[in-house]
């Protein structure tokens, strides 16, 4: 290799460099799950997903869970997915406006409508299968989460359709939300404060997920806005007093816990949860979740090469490998062909 090469990558590297790390910067997180995804396909792998959503002919979300912990759940509908499935299709009808999308929407609401458990005006999900994460729950178990989601799924069937059975099942899943544990619901009743439990059943030590108590108050919260509901109020206060009670328990340094078992959230659970945080602070304006926001989003704002460095993720280094390689490419044959237009010899004049 000559010595000319050698200068001209020199001159172009730091360039490359500078302009690799912008780019990890702004899109590394976006790019590096399809990369991933790339590499076990060329491998004739797959990521393992131990529950793949599929769709069945009424456009209703249902999920195949794999074995874990030895329980095999097996293919299952599952409420709070139908509910947070019907929420993204309205979202997506009220910005597009496409038939189909309403559809998908006015589906997943009657199923959600049918499936219901009502009794003395109270309505819950029971789940007739065993869920795998949590061995210690058998089934049938009820979710505060899912009372929570489809709370809100209700509410917005009757603002877009003037829905009153949405309406009542609304109010009678915001009922559900004063059943305790001990009763037949997922309310963990405490001086402190109600705590929402995700996987609730009868005589049993729950785990008390974080998110999935957040995903409930949230839901109370909102029906307490849009309806000014008093019950709805009160269920939110006791929701957010139990929150506020626990939450230094979920503090893990500037990460946090999934559960009570001090299972650390992984990158997804780290988003939901900040975000969730961040949604409580916007509705109620305690500052309490604003300060644990700005804790737990600290690392996820930490630069892309940074976290890839500390991670030692190895999809990560390869992406920065080739994004330097595709910054430095064009850099390199710019600067030959500039060096070839200045240095062509110009012809002699007589």
């Known amino acids: 290799m000559s010595v000319k090469k050698i200068i001209r990558y020199i001159l172009v590297l730091p360039f490359a ?39 069945d002919d009424k456009g209703i979300p249902y999920v195949v869970y794999a074995t874990e912990n030895g329980i095999t759940p097996g293919k299952q509908y599952n409420a709070t997915i139908v509910a947070n499935f019907a929420l993204e299709q309205a979202a997506l009808y009220d910005s597009l406006k496409q038939p189909a999308n309403k559809q998908a929407f006015d589906n997943c609401i009657n199923w959600l409508k049918v499936n219901a458990t ?38 917005k069937a009757h603002a877009m359709n003037a829905d009153t059975a949405a309406w009542q099942l609304a109010r009678q899943l915001l009922h559900g939300c004063f ?28 785990p008390r997920i974080l998110d999935g108590h957040i995903f409930t108050v949230i839901g109370l919260l909102q029906y307490r806005n849009q309806q000014q ?58 500052a309490v979740f604003l300060q644990y926001y700005e804790k737990w989003t600290t690392p996820l704002k930490v630069h892309y090469v940074k976290r890839v460095l500390a991670e030692r993720n190895k999809t990560g280094a390869l992406l920065l490998g080739l994004l330097l390689i595709v910054c430095w490419l064009p850099l390199y044959i710019g600067l030959k062909l500039l060096i070839r237009k200045t240095m062509k010899p110009r012809r002699k004049r007589y």
């Open 17 to 55: 460099v500078a302009i690799a790390y912008w780019l990890a910067g702004k899109f590394g997180d976006t790019i590096e799950e399809p990369l991933r995804n790339v590499l076990f396909a060329a491998k004739g792998d797959s990521i393992p997903d131990y529950a793949p959503v599929f769709y």
């Open 229 to 286: 509901e008093p019950l709805a109020a009160i269920a939110a206060e006791m929701g957010l007093q139990s929150l506020k009670y626990y939450l230094p328990a979920y503090d893990a340094g500037q990460q946090m816990y999934y559960d009570k078992y001090k299972k650390l959230a992984d990158r997804k659970y780290k988003q939901v949860i900040t975000t969730q945080l961040l949604q409580l602070y916007q509705l109620t304006n305690e």
């Open 179 to 206: 059943v305790s544990i001990d009763s037949g619901g997922f309310t963990i009743m405490e001086p402190q404060g109600w705590w929402y439990e995700e996987f609730a059943a009868v005589g049993v030590e729950t």
């Open 118 to 155: 009502v009794s003395n005006d109270t309505a819950l999900y029971r789940y007739a299968w065993r869920q795998a994460w949590y061995p210690k729950v058998p089934a049938p178990f009820t979710s505060g989460m899912t009372n929570g989601m489809v709370m809100q799924a209700m509410l």
